[in-house]
């Protein structure tokens, strides 16, 4: 632990833990009571269809509905999203994907609400359906929306091009070309509490309260307050504790809040609106299949000259993040912008191509367009070292970015921010044993190993990018900190209270840190891109040190001592290096509360405004980033195509882990997720139809498919993070799924391209390549 910190870089005792293991930690559907009304929506019949008639007349006359809204019922616009307002709230004309509300229902219990969607009855003209972005983005497709505002030519969303160097040049000059056609899958969040909204309306001030499971609060006032038709400041939005959200609750908590909060308004009464879990699969966000055209160039010594890469993106039936000129923040955005990964290239083309189809929209999910990226440069530096007769680590230390180095995107990397990837493979190289021959079998397993690695900006990279909080000292020489971000699994509250307590010289208990609601916290943005313990911790900071300068300037006087000799610990004040001369800080406090000291403070902090040009891709998105390296070992039944993870080793630079418990949930948490995703995890489309739709056949990895996850913390500081910290949120999924397709090559001489590698793709493989 670094000299001179109490609190931070210890593992303390979670805020929430208690709550938590007790049961007592309240969810949003623990604040249900048997006066709302239940909500509830009749979904699309077709995935995409004209809606010819709608008649509603038997579901409004049953005893116990409240209301039935169709389109033309709605008080305000009829479209929300985080970046596009193209989402309808209720279909209107045509329906584009199976989640499209045809109407909704307000009744007074769940059992009549669903009996109403049964009496509704709706004419359809069905359309071609499309699961391919490939096949939608064809002249001849048919339009899911003729007219979007955003839409670049046809089905086609967008394009990101990003341009540097002489691509063609290098690939002439090149000694070695590798071109190979990667596929990733659509998959589900799977988060474990599902989407739910309870809005309430406030007779008092004509506005509207939303308590939803959600990880962006002024987000949705901001989206939402067009669609009740209400200005801002009448629409409050809080969330409590989340039960997991991996980016997806920044778009289906306006899904569930759009629908409870225009029956609110209609009935005024307050309403609650559940998904089921099947609706959740069906009805909201995934993260973004892609089809990846890789092609790199090398020189027989191994340094990588150029890379040439084509992304194709489903993005599913709505923008969600996406779609405006500027393209910073979007994932297809990412995917262009590491098509290199984490290697120093002077030339580089890349583009990104968002798609519109029939299937769920596409949103953010851990990684928000990164994992998908790396999967393809990491497997196409397999291949490069197989081709070199080179080790696949040495190579990668022979192309990776170093201080002074450029990216593709021409961001200049800096290792007063924290460069610790090379760290990070060495630890790796040495705890897996790379260098030792890896035990085989005489029977039918064949047994592998594999290794990635990454980077990843903390951050979002649009322009407004920063974050804003309050901070409360009481006279008891106790701080009340409030954020506007959610706690959901991660431990927000908890990182928070270390680094206040930190900064202002109180003990951890000593904090409290409220969260999530509009009403209370200015707007610390949202919770997602890794951000909230640089981005939010940096604006704490901000806070506690105005009431620290504060404090100390006051005390000055009764100490007879120069502010700056002056120090704050464990609740007592004292000249440095005196601590005879210690006082009671609330004592202090109090004293400064008569004398009209102010002890409340608003912390602000803005990283370096980010950039990235639309027209060639150049910019500097991202303040820092952080690093990492994944080593698999995996066995495969030639039998059965069955592939077990025998061993995960993963190391991340985190630049300080402000809390190290926390930060080895994230990465084993990360690992394991990385893992489902590339060798289980895929949701099956036909004709815009899922046809996985639950946890029986949607897998996702349980205790007994992993191994024993080890993690390895780095910590090379980011000079502008608190402490030197950076984001841990997102890494730790990025590298498994490349770790282990090159795993298995290793142990089978095959190369699969596309993941999940499931045991029917696998066995199909063995079986096709003669390795039974």
Known sequence: MKKGLRIVGRSVARAEALAKATGRARYTSDFKRGDMLVAKALWAKYPHALIKSIDTSAAEQLAGVAAVMTAKDLPGRNGYGIMVP?????????????????????????EIATKALELIKVEYEVLTAYDDPREAMKDDAVLIHPNHPAADKGNLLTVVKLDRGDVEKAFREADIVIENYYETPMVEHCYLEPDICIAEPDDLTGGLHLICAQQAVYATKRCLAPVFNLPHHKVRVSSPIVGGGFGGKEDSSLDVAAVAGVLALKTKKTVCFELTREEVFRTTGKRHATYIKHRMAATKEGKITAVDVETVLNKGAYTSMGGLREPAHAVTMRTAAYAAGVYAVASAKA???????????????????????????????????????????ELRRKNILRDGDHTIYGQVMKESRGLGLEECMDKVRDSIGWDKPLAQSAGPVKRGRGFAVFMYGTGIPLLFEGASCFAVLNNDATLNVNIASTEMGQGVMTVMAQMAAEALGLNYEDVLVSFSDTGRAPDSGPTVGSRSTVMVGNAVLDACRQLKDRLLAFAAKPFKADPRDLAIEGGKIFVVGKPETAESLAALIAKAYASQVPLAATGVWYPPQPSFRAEDGQGEPMHAYAFGAHAIEISVDTETGVITVDRSVFACDVGKAINPAAVEGQMEGGAAQGIGWGVMEEQVMENGVMQNAAFHN???????????????????????????????????????????????????????????????????????????
């Open 351 to 393: 583009r990104s191509y968002s798609v519109f189809t029939n299937t769920p929209y596409s949103c953010a999910f851990r990684g928000f367009g990164v994992p998908q990226a790396i999967f393809a440069v990491e497997c196409q530096i397999d291949e490069l070292a197989r081709r070199l007769n080179m080790d696949p680590i």
């Open 86 to 110: 193209d989402k309808p709230v209720i279909a209107d004309g045509k329906t584009r994907y199976e989640g499209d509300p045809v109407a909704l229902v307000a009744a007074v219990t769940e």
């Open 698 to 772: 949607y897998m996702i990895p349980t205790i007994k498919d992993l191994p024993d996850l080890e993690s390895i913390i780095v910590e090379h500081p980011n000079e502008l993070g608190p402490f030197g910290s950076k984001g841990i949120g997102e890494p730790p999924i990025i590298p498994a799924a490349p770790a282990i397709r090159n795993a298995v090559w290793d142990a089978l001489g095959i190369k699969m391209n596309a993941i999940p590698l499931t045991a029917r793709t696998v066995l199909a493989e063995i079986q096709k390549n003669g390795k039974a």
